[in-house]
């Protein structure tokens, strides 16, 4: 089942900082660690924040939706990109801005 995600938001996430997600490449498994939440106050209206997944040097994950399994957040869908690299590997952002529920 689907964890829908205007369920889910930065105070959720940040308390699964550093846990394991894992998601699918061509067949193979790839594990990622969140590393970081970013909290951002673009309006009083708009609910913003960025996610950043460490992940392994090989195989990088090319930009695109990736379906994220996760032991207590359950399964899930957001955009990754690659936005840095070190000789440990490649790290991940997703950033979601969406209007507040009231």
Known sequence: METPLETLNAKIF????HSKFSTQLGG???ELALATVE???LSPRVESFALVFDGPLAPRLPQQIYRLEHEKLGNFSI???AVSA????F???SVFNRMKKK
């Open 28 to 30: 193979a498994r790839i």
């Open 91 to 93: 790290s991940y952002e």
């Open 39 to 41: 909290e951002r106050e």
């Open 86 to 89: 070190d000789e440990k590997g």
């Open 79 to 81: 955009f990754l990109t």
């Open 14 to 17: 940040a308390e699964h900082l």
